[in-house]
């Protein structure tokens, strides 16, 4: 017999019964200070007052009409998040995975309707991560999602991230577009250099191709800004959120320019539950929290704050330590030990982070996060490291 339960993750053995702001309480009767926040989703933490009110309140009232019927909450949050950002049009999904085909479909249906249909392909990078559907494990550059599913979608050619001219190189006429993760966060949170960023957005005018980001994880508030691209003077084509964007509900969304918007017409996408009500209200409380004024700037603040005090843990132990990379509060540790080995040593200290690729250990602390819980999480990772020297 094997366990009713499908076996595709490999869960740590602690569950939790409830969450209070940047802790959670474990069924072992422990409390947990939470640097893992649902790897970059509850970005204000848990049980956020303004969060549970809107769901609450929209619970009591209608969940769920379908794309029949008008939601006006999708029509306000679509309008809060074009105020936002640089898109023009928004359309709602329940899941990062999809939000990336999304703007994948777009993509291919805008060179369509502008009678060059052969231009389908997407250039992607080495090392990315966009889902686990079968057009964004195509899209990611790591064979390891691909093995065994067959052939692999076809319509993506990867490079290198960084090598721009290596991009140039891989445009054909049959070239599309670009799909890229400002910072790439499964990858290890390997921060794309701004300036390679910058060219690609040069490089796609110059050949009339399409910029798509991935700021799934980057975006809602993690870097500092509401979205990546704006520490960038640049803005996308295309972009696709998830994560914190429903703070733990499942809520994804697929921005973009007017000129790609407008291509998809009645009937060429939908999802039966995307943008729902629930959906909408929590969503929209998330984006009127994270845009009141202070909110952002609040979180650079003590993200460059928490950055100093990891930096000095490093130089104290450098054989355990190598780097801090990252962002705002979009951080990892780059391990000498195994990552695995910090995060048990960790959870012993009462604190929760998240793994990530590169032998790293992703510290994703909710936005929320305060002076004292910074001093906390220091003190256990000096702890941890004390443990693993
Ligand atoms: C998490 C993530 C996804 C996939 O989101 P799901 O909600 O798991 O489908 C895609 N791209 C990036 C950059 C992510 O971090």
């Known amino acids: 017999m094997i366990p009713a339960l499908l076996s595709n993750y490999a869960p740590t053995d602690l569950s939790f019964e409830k969450g209070e702001g940047a802790y959670l309480f474990g069924n072992d009767g422990r409390r947990y200070l939470d640097f893992a926040a649902g790897i970059a989703v509850t970005s204000l933490g848990h049980a956020h007052p303004n969060v549970v009110k809107a769901i609450t309140d929209q619970a009591a009232k209608l969940w769920h009409v379908s794309n029949l019927f008008r939601i006006p909450g999708q029509e306000e949050l679509a309008a809060k998040l074009v105020d936002a950002t640089f898109a023009d049009a928004v359309y709602f999904c329940n899941s990062g995975a999809?939000?990336?085909?999304?703007?994948?479909?777009?993509?291919?249906?805008?060179?369509?309707?502008?009678?060059?249909?052969?231009?389908?392909?997407?250039?992607?990078?080495?090392?990315s991560f966009h889902g686990r559907t079968l057009a964004t494990i195509a899209a990611a550059g790591q064979d390891k999602l691909l093995e065994g599913f067959g052939p692999a979608m076809d319509g993506f050619d990867h490079i290198p991230v960084g090598d721009i001219k290596a991009v140039k190189a891989a445009i054909t006429p049959e070239t599309a577009g670009v799909i890229i993760e400002p910072i790439m966060g499964e990858g290890g949170i390997k921060v794309v250099d701004p300036e390679f960023m910058r060219a690609l957005r040069t490089l796609c005018d110059e050949e009339g191709l399409l910029l798509m980001f991935d700021e799934i994880q980057t975006g809602m508030g993690r870097t500092g800004k509401l979205f990546a691209y704006e520490h960038l003077g640049m803005v996308p084509d295309i972009m696709s959120s998830a994560k914190a964007l429903g703070n733990g509900f499942p809520v994804g969304a697929c921005l973009a320019v007017e000129k790609v918007a407008k291509c998809m017409t009645v009937g060429t996408h939908g999802s039966t539950y995307g943008g729902n009500p629930l959906a909408m209200a929590v969503a929209g409380a998330v984006v009127d929290t994270m845009t009141e004024p202070g909110f952002l700037d609040r979180v650079t603040q003590i993200g460059g704050h928490l950055k100093q005090s990891l930096n000095g843990v490093i130089d104290r132990y450098p054989s355990v330590l190598e780097e801090l990379r990252g962002v705002g509060l979009h951080l990892g540790l780059k391990c000498r030990v195994e990552n695995t080995d910090l995060l048990n040593a960790l959870k012993s200290q009462g604190v929760l982070a998240a793994k990530g690729g590169d032998n790293v250990v992703r510290l994703l602390a909710p936005l929320i996060i305060e002076e004292q819980q910074i001093s906390e999480f220091v003190e256990a990772l000096e702890k941890a490291c004390e443990e693993l020297v």
């Not at 990336?100 to 990078?125: D, P, T």
């Open 98 to 127: 999809e939000a990336n085909e999304c703007g994948l479909k777009m993509i291919r249906k805008y060179f369509s309707e502008n009678g060059q249909a052969e231009r389908y392909r997407v250039i992607a990078f080495e090392g």
